[in-house]
């Protein structure tokens, strides 16, 4: 008899006070990521595919907060209906998260710089991403919509009022960063700009403005009339 298809799990070589459910049970804030997914996928193997799952996105929890649930189901031993309950376990932590913390009000370009500018300040390449307001323009979330260069023929437009839409968001500013430092907007910046504030008119969510960070510099086509008619 082939006894390798046999080998334990690492859930049965664990007594029961390391075992994820317990732990999650008697003391779940001191758990590790890999613990609490295993708690929440189940199974025998819920220790290896969570440990599969932390793998495919790098370990990166935020890329699998923001993953699709069919991508969820790419990883082997996780079924779409695992992958709907970490969808939204992630989407309720994150909930619970904006509840608690204090939301920063965006009231100049100067506050939307000031909210992203110590990370993409030192990007490699170029992002861009949304700032989603409300109606008292607290900040709802920071989405990246793009990485790459900012040609006007390849950012989608839709992409970007499909997040604000999905948050309810009244208003967005849209950021993105300069690699080289220097963050005089290009004239595709200034078209791109132009057409997100068109967008806007149709769907009712206001661009109030679009903020390019170049290091420590930053500049406003708002305050600058590029873009905004």
């Given at each position: ?6 080998a334990p799990t690492k859930l049965k070589c664990l007594p029961l006070r390391e075992q994820p459910a317990y732990r999650v049970t ?52 996780i079924s779409p209906l695992t992958a709907v309950r970490l969808k939204a376990a992630l989407q309720l932590g994150a909930r619970l ?72 968001a009244t208003a967005l500013i849209v950021v993105h960063n300069h690699p080289s430092g220097d963050p005089t907007p290009s004239p ?42």
């Amino acid at each position: 008899m082939n006894t390798a298809n046999y080998a334990p799990t690492k859930l049965k070589c664990l007594p029961l006070r390391e075992q994820p459910a317990y732990r999650v049970t008697n003391d779940s804030s001191s758990c590790n990521i890999t613990e609490l997914l295993a708690a929440l996928i189940g199974g025998e193997k819920q220790i290896e595919i969570a440990e599969a799952l932390l793998s495919y996105f790098s370990g990166d929890i935020r890329r699998l907060y923001q993953a699709h649930p069919c991508e969820l189901a790419n990883v082997r031993g996780i079924s779409p209906l695992t992958a709907v309950r970490l969808k939204a376990a992630l989407q309720l932590g994150a909930r619970l998260n904006s509840m608690n913390e204090e939301r920063p009000t965006i009231n100049s370009p100067a506050d939307a710089a000031a909210l992203v500018q110590s990370e993409m300040g030192l990007l490699e390449q170029e992002h861009l991403r949304v700032i989603l307001l409300d109606t008292r323009n607290h900040v709802l979330e920071v989405v990246e919509i793009y990485k790459g260069s900012i040609n006007s023929s390849q950012v989608r437009i839709a992409e970007i009022f499909k997040a604000a839409i999905r948050r309810n968001a009244t208003a967005l500013i849209v950021v993105h960063n300069h690699p080289s430092g220097d963050p005089t907007p290009s004239p595709d910046d200034v078209a791109v700009t132009r057409a997100i504030v068109q967008a806007g008119k149709l769907v009712d969510i206001e661009a109030l403005d679009h903020v390019v960070i170049g290091g420590s510099r930053w500049v406003s086509l708002k305050e600058r009339g590029l873009g905004f008619s």
